[in-house]
């Protein structure tokens, strides 16, 4: 999460081509680059595999997530119950599948809640200057000294568990580092000349500030998200895991990992398929996150 | 350089101030109203009031904010906690020392193992030998530290019964916690070392090096793993900031009892004094844990070092990488 790349500058941002097209280009370019990337590939088509499995996951499975079964409790894997079952009879498999759409709604959401306010805040701060970024950055000092985790944590025990408040918690840790990155991409980008020229034509202030510096500023940016976002999706997991976040019955992998634990002498299994599941998530982020990073940034490849 | 020291430690007390005022505030305008949980759901009205009265509930937000700042920061008294009516800091100054000492040792096992890993990937770029460095760095940070740990414990002490499970009776408990505390900090490190290493790999005074005929060992560990350092060195605050916040979620794994055990306890009971006593304290921590390497950094820094040296002239190795991202 920390390792956000460094401010990306293109060459062609300032010659004269028309924006339209140089926009294909580039977007042709990265995806020509990305495309050698097979990790970043995998990375990619195994994030799109479980998007498609979070939404289809009724039709994937016969099994109702929540449905207690007292005569079939604690079943190891077997032909009718892929993954087995857990301490209340529930199916584990078909727990998974709809765990999928939480750990994505988590992680999306808050991540993208977070970057909004954070793209916001930075623009101000990085465009404007002054006492208002001198407020705005003073704060973002604040939150930021206190670790993300502990951070979550506190909010999300004041508000209360529940998926709407868990992305809350989450998302008010990413703003600070967003609302960073988006004032140090504008200060970088605010003294280059196409900037200078936009003024000169008289573009309004909004105008200046999303519609030319903003799409030149915005690679690193894209990158962080995609690499937060599987950040966000384990330090859920973990809030989940320590009693906060989502809680049981809604099937989500860390709180399933929390009901695991008591058992996991006697069923491994109820452990291991949760974690797994989290783990390849995450990784196949991070994949697609790293190959977008080097796509976007050809200087970072020999 | 003294003033360079005190300007640091003046400037990190309004910030530690202030993360009081903000962590006061998220707790007190947040929905859940202590009163009512300490009574439990069949409490009358009048008690749920008088309760608040007694606690002090009922009074404005800038009265509450005034008596939290002057109770923690003057009295140093974080309030009791509701379950066991003991005070929170006794609490917490008999688990500190273990939580620091956890998270410390993490924080070096993440640097002897992450700096060396990614100085090899960048030495040996687009080799196998960086292809496996890091997968290892991906594998670190995408795997849920307390997922691994409670798959370690199974494998190390249910199944093979090499280490303890839990507590902190030997030092062969402190083992699997460390580790698994450390995986994801030491996976940062390294891909943080191997970016910064690659940079100054790519630089001029790299290139002369080689001009001249200097060995390539000397090149590289005398010419370019000490400015690569440097990045390295400003971010070990936040590598520090991983492990202590590892450490909360961990030691409920392996029970530690250290203030993230004492936390995560109270999470279930609603008990918000202790949550918010540790999350003070542990902020804090990692405050004050900055400042050191903020001023550690000054020694080390021959530009911090030049702004605030006294008018002798010294002469200053040529340094390159990103030392700007102070604001």
Redesign the interface.
């Known amino acids: 999460m920390?390792?956000e790349s460094?401010p990306v500058a293109y060459a062609d941002s300032n010659t004269g081509m028309p924006e339209k097209i140089k926009k294909q280009n580039q977007l042709l370019e990265v995806m020509k680059r990305l495309n050698k990337n097979k990790l970043a590939m995998a990375g990619m088509i195994i994030f799109i595999l479980f998007v498609v499995v979070a939404i289809l996951a009724p039709i994937l499975t016969q099994y109702n997530y929540a449905a207690m079964d007292v005569l079939s409790k604690n079943q190891s894997p077997s032909a009718e119950h892929w993954c087995g079952t857990d301490d209340l009879g529930r199916d584990i498999f078909a727990r998974l599948l709809y765990g999928a759409r939480y750990s994505l709604a988590l992680g999306v959401s808050a991540v993208v809640i977070g970057l909004i306010v954070g793209i916001i805040l930075g623009c101000i701060a990085g465009f404007f200057g002054g006492i208002l970024e001198e407020i705005i950055?003073r704060l973002c000092?604040?939150?930021q000294?206190?670790?993300?985790?502990?951070l979550a944590?506190?909010?999300s025990?004041?508000?209360?568990n529940g998926l709407f408040n868990t992305i809350i918690a989450l998302s008010i840790g990413r703003i600070p580092f967003t609302c960073r990155m988006v004032r140090?991409q504008f200060l970088s980008q605010r003294k280059l000349e196409y900037v200078e020229a936009a003024q000169a034509t008289n573009s309004s202030k909004a105008a200046l500030m999303f519609k030319q510096i903003l799409p030149n500023a915005i690679s690193p940016i894209i990158v962080a998200t995609t690499m937060g976002i599987?950040?966000t999706i384990?330090m859920a997991?973990?809030l989940s895991?320590?009693?906060?976040g989502v809680q049981s019955p809604s099937p989500e992998w860390?709180a399933m990992?929390s009901a695991a634990?008591g058992v996991?002498?006697y069923y491994?299994y109820q452990?291991?398929f949760?974690?797994l599941c989290?783990?390849i998530f995450?990784?196949a982020l991070?994949?697609f996150g790293?190959g977008l990073r080097d796509a976007l940034d050809p200087k970072?490849r020999? | 350089m003294v003033r360079y020291v005190l300007k640091r430690i003046l400037a990190i007390i309004p910030?530690?101030l202030?993360?009081g005022v903000?962590?006061f505030t998220?707790?007190y305008f947040?929905?859940?109203d202590p009163a009512e949980i300490i009574l439990g759901g069949g409490a009358s009205k009048s008690d749920v009031f008088n309760l608040r009265e007694k606690m002090g509930l009922n009074d404005s937000y800038f009265i509450q904010l005034g008596r939290f700042m002057y109770n923690t920061f003057i009295r140093f008294d974080l309030g009791t906690s509701y379950m066991n009516g003991k005070s929170v800091l006794t609490e917490i100054i008999t688990r500190f020392p273990r939580t620091l000492v956890f998270a410390l040792s993490a924080m070096l096992v993440q640097i002897i193992i992450g700096i060396p890993l990614g100085v090899t990937a960048a030495t040996h770029?687009?080799g196998w030998a960086d292809r496996v460095c890091m997968l290892i760095a991906?594998?670190g940070?995408?795997?849920?530290a307390?997922?691994?740990g409670?798959?370690l414990m199974?494998l190390f002490s249910?199944k093979l019964q090499w280490l303890p499970a839990y507590g902190i009776d030997s030092w062969k408990s402190w083992i699997l916690p460390i580790i698994v505390n450390s995986l994801h900090g030491m996976a940062?490190m390294a891909?943080?070392a191997r970016?910064s290493m690659?940079e100054v790999i790519r630089s001029d005074y790299v290139t002369t090096a080689r001009a001249r005929g200097v060995s390539e060992r000397k090149i590289l560990y005398r010419h370019a793993l000490p400015n690569a350092l440097i990045p390295i060195v400003q971010?070990l605050g936040?590598s520090f900031?991983?492990a202590?916040?590892?450490t909360?979620?961990i030691e409920?794994?392996f029970s530690i009892p250290g203030i993230g055990q004492y936390?995560?306890n109270s999470?279930?009971n609603?008990d918000?004094a202790v949550?918010?006593g540790s999350?003070v304290v542990?902020?804090i921590a990692?405050?004050l844990v900055?400042l050191l390497v903020d001023v550690a950094f000054g020694y080390i820094d021959p530009r911090i070092k030049a702004q605030y040296a006294s008018k002798k002239s010294k002469t200053h190795k040529v340094i390159r990488g990103?030392a700007n991202?102070h604001?």
């Open positions: 920390h390792n460094n950055m000092d604040i939150m000294s206190i670790p993300s985790i502990l944590i506190i909010i025990a004041a508000l209360g140090a599987g950040g384990t997991a973990g895991y320590i009693g906060l860390g990992l634990k996991m002498r491994p452990l291991l949760p974690g989290i783990a995450v990784l991070n994949l790293d970072l020999n | 910030v530690i202030l993360i903000a962590i998220i707790m947040c929905p859940g770029q687009n991906l594998i940070v995408s795997v849920p307390f997922w691994l409670l798959e199974l249910v940062m891909r943080q970016s690659l971010t936040n900031g991983i202590l916040g590892g909360v979620i409920n794994v936390m995560t999470i279930t609603r918000y949550i918010q999350v542990l902020s990692f405050c900055m990103g991202s604001a």
